[in-house]
């Protein structure tokens, strides 16, 4: 019996410190799981909202007969496109804002590689012709629209100064971009009534004011685009109950501050132009702004999904709107262009629903390419930029 009880006693022992053994094995061979960086919805919608409400303001403008412009209903909706463009230049912040920083020395160069081909884009919308010889016959207006400071352009060169600024104070760079934006926005209104950008080339002058045909100056519209990337590191990254708590104070506190800074400056500055006061408040109620679209992302509202899409490929619905407009160097102008000023508000309103699902299946085939074969993808991108490139400085005339 004792020998028996020994051998029992001996068996769980050995059992036990089998069981142990292969506990700790597997907790060795268990893969450990990566954080999950997968940008949130309500992100994407966002950016779709300020791209659909670019596009509905776009088409407005291009075809809605002059007389109409000053229609009641027109002038209402007018008041909401003040903030479009800044709202676009956020929220491109904001994405840019949410990876940890400083990057890697990789991760820098591929980005920067992105925002070089997203500066070539802008300028590309406003080439006036498809050959390098012939636009050096360009006539003064055709050189002032092609070195004009558009959406693209500031949000390249501005995220560019970004990348400059992690390198520079690492961990710490939230608090250097946002005094750079304030230093942005306080000089922006000194830089305009200085006249400065006549006294530099076009390529140049037209970041500093809108004198020259720009529409989205470097000031003071690089500050929103820096505002956004401190919103995403500082607001994107925490965890929703304190994400959506500092929106709403943070929010608050631009949309007050704003206000009260319009008093003192009301005198010195105008405020519907580049004053600190106004882009203060503009920069608070975006911030609001996407605390609703999150509220209404979190609830799976019908067309949350259809806004992500788009706002994952703004790029691509930024110029393919703006080409179905205007035309472009490529190809004559578009139908639309036959009706430019000559329609109602119901047939504008009629051709900006004809606009969507082409912009909507276009941003799909796109994103699903992207998501099926990144590999031929980028390949076709290269491909079609290579081609361009040669064509441009090969063709005489």
Known sequence: MPGRAARSAGGRCEAET???????????????????????????????????????????TALLAPGLQADPLVVFQNIFHGSTAPGFLFASGFVAGLPRAPLSLRASLRRGRRLLFILGVGYFIHLPYFSFWKSLESSPLELAALFAC??????????????LLQGIAG???????GAVALLVLVVSPWIWASNAAAHLPPALGAYLDDHSGSHFPFFPFAAFVLAGTVAGAVIGRQEPRKR??????????????????????????????????YSLMRIGGLVLLLRLVEFVADREWPGVGALALLGHETLQVFVLHLELLYGGVLWPAPVLSLWAGRLGIGATALALFAMLPVLFVAAWAWHRLKTRAPREASLLLVFVSTWFVFEYFTRPW
């Open 18 to 60: 089998i069981l142990r053994l292969n506990v700790t094995t597997a907790a060795h061979h268990t893969p450990a799981k990566k954080p999950h960086h997968k940008r949130e919805v309500y992100i994407d919608a966002f950016r779709g909202l300020m791209a659909l409400v670019m596009v509905q303001g776009h088409v407005f």
């Open 150 to 163: 558009d959406a693209l352009q500031v949000i390249a060169l501005t995220q560019l100064l970004v990348i």
């Open 171 to 177: 961990m710490r760079w939230t608090v250097l971009a």
């Open 244 to 277: 959506h708590r500092r929106q709403v104070l943070a929010g608050a506190a631009l949309l007050v501050g704003g206000w009260l800074l319009s008093f003192p400056l009301q005198s010195y500055v105008d405020f519907w132009g580049p004053s600190p006061a």
